[in-house]
T-cell receptor, first 113, second 109 residues
Framework: DTEVTQTPKHLVMGMTNKKSLKCEQH?????MYWYKQKAKKPPELMFV???????INESVPSRFSPECPNSSLLNLHLHALQPEDSALYLC????????????FGEGSRLTVL | DQQVKQNSPSLSVQEGRISILNCDYT??????FLWYKKYPAEGPTFLIS?????DKNEDGRFTVFLNKSAKHLSLHIVPSQPGDSAVYFC????????FGQGTELSVKP
C-alpha cells in the first residue's frame, strides 16, 4: 500500500469546470510535489512545496493552482483546463527538500473534455 | 534538451535470464542516481539508488552500476521474473529529480 494517498483516482471535467486534486501523506515528510505524466513519457515536475511553502514552480500555467494547507496535505486546484491537460497527475513526498528519494502516490487520472 | 536518456524504449527478456537496463546522463556534476519502477495506472515506486562515490549497489536481485567517466548507469535484474514486467525510469538528482524517458521491460515465462 502506498503511503501517499491521492483522490480522486479518476476525474473527468469540462473546460469550464473547477475541480481539485488532493494528496495526503503521514510520513512526516517536509517536501511535497506535483508531477504530470503523459502516456509513454516520464513524469514532469510541476510544483514543489518545502516546509509548506512553494519553492519551485516549473512555469506551470495559472489554470493550475497548488495549495499546501498543512505539512500533510497538498491540493491542486484546476480551472479552465484544456483537453491537452489530460494526463496522470502524480503527487509525491520526500523527507527532505532535496528530494533524494521520492515516494509517489498512485496518481489521479484527469480527462478534460 | 534531455539530461537523462534511456535509449531503449522497450526490452524483452526470458524468465530466469538477466535484464540489463541502461541510462546515460550529460552532467558530470550529478551525484545521486535512482531507479524507479512503474506499473500501469500506478505511481512510480523507488527501486534502488547509488551515489557518485560508489560504482555498484546491490539489493537482492537488483544491482545498479555507475560508470562516472562514461556518464552511464545500468540496472541489472537477475534472475528476471514475470512480475518484474513494468516501465523502469532512471532518475538523477540535480537540484530536482530528473527522469529519463523510461524502458518498458517485458519478462516472458
Amino acid at each position: 500500500d502506498t503511503e501517499v494517498t491521492q483522490t480522486p483516482k479518476h476525474l473527468v471535467m469540462g473546460m469550464t469546470n473547477k475541480k481539485s486534486l488532493k494528496c495526503e501523506q503521514h510520513m512526516g515528510h517536509r517536501a511535497m510535489y506535483w508531477y504530470k505524466q503523459k502516456a509513454k513519457k516520464p513524469p514532469e515536475l510541476m510544483f514543489v512545496y518545502s516546509y509548506e511553502k512553494l519553492s519551485i514552480n516549473e512555469s506551470v500555467p495559472s489554470r493550475f493552482s497548488p495549495e499546501c494547507p498543512n505539512s500533510s496535505l497538498l491540493n491542486l486546484h484546476l480551472h479552465a483546463l484544456q483537453p491537452e491537460d489530460s494526463a496522470l497527475y502524480l503527487c509525491a513526498s520526500s523527507q527532505d527538500p532535496q528530494g533524494i528519494e521520492l515516494f509517489f502516490g498512485e496518481g489521479s487520472r484527469l480527462t478534460v473534455l | 534538451d534531455q539530461q537523462v536518456k534511456q535509449n531503449s524504449p522497450s526490452l524483452s527478456v526470458q524468465e530466469g535470464r538477466i535484464s540489463i537496463l541502461n541510462c546515460d546522463y550529460t552532467n558530470s556534476m550529478f551525484d545521486y542516481f535512482l531507479w524507479y519502477k512503474k506499473y500501469p495506472a500506478e505511481g512510480p515506486t523507488f527501486l534502488i539508488s547509488i551515489s557518485s562515490i560508489k560504482d555498484k549497489n546491490e539489493d537482492g536481485r537488483f544491482t545498479v552500476f555507475l560508470n562516472k567517466s562514461a556518464k552511464h548507469l545500468s540496472l541489472h535484474i537477475v534472475p528476471s521474473q514475470p512480475g518484474d514486467s513494468a516501465v523502469y525510469f532512471c532518475a538523477v538528482q540535480g537540484g530536482k529529480l530528473i527522469f529519463g524517458q523510461g524502458t518498458e521491460l517485458s519478462v516472458k515465462p
